[in-house]
């Protein structure tokens, strides 16, 4: 079983910026896709951003695009979410999300939680007006 475990959350004012980090456990994580979903208090779980495999293609939700981008280094066995101008609608658990890499995965599939396989335990994102 792989385990996912992240790192970089913390408290922020707005405007500010943070970077998160994911670093799966073994020597596959590049037949893995890999997400970042988040969890807002008293809100459902929501997709925000997505990368394949090799990093060819990445997905946003539309609350993060231009502000939040998705990247990972094989070689080091990590992928981040690297977060700007922090509002504070973006206060969240922030969790990590892997699945095995697919040729025909869609990016209506990357926004599913059913779709992935392994999860980490979250890191709390709090972002103060």
């Known amino acids: 079983q792989v385990q996912l475990v992240e790192s970089g959350g913390g408290w922020v004012q707005a405007g500010g910026s943070l970077r998160l980090s994911c670093a799966p456990s073994?020597?596959?994580?590049?037949?893995?896709?890999m997400a970042w979903f988040r969890q807002a208090p008293g809100k459902e779980r929501e997709f925000a951003a997505y990368?394949?495999?090799?990093?060819?293609?990445?997905y946003y939700a539309d609350s993060v695009k231009g502000r939040f981008t998705i990247s990972r280094d094989n070689a080091e066995n990590t992928v981040f979410l690297q977060m700007n101008s922090l509002k504070p609608e973006d206060t969240a658990v922030y969790y990590c999300?892997?699945?095995?890499?697919?040729?025909?995965?869609?990016?209506?599939?990357?926004?599913?939680?059913?779709?992935?396989?392994?999860w980490g335990q979250g890191t709390q994102v709090t972002v103060s007006s």
């Open positions: 073994g020597r596959t994580f590049s037949m893995y896709s």
């Open positions: 999300a892997a699945r095995l890499a697919v040729s025909y995965f869609t990016e209506s599939d990357a926004s599913r939680e059913e779709e992935y396989d392994y």
């Open positions: 990368v394949t495999s090799r990093g060819e293609r990445r």
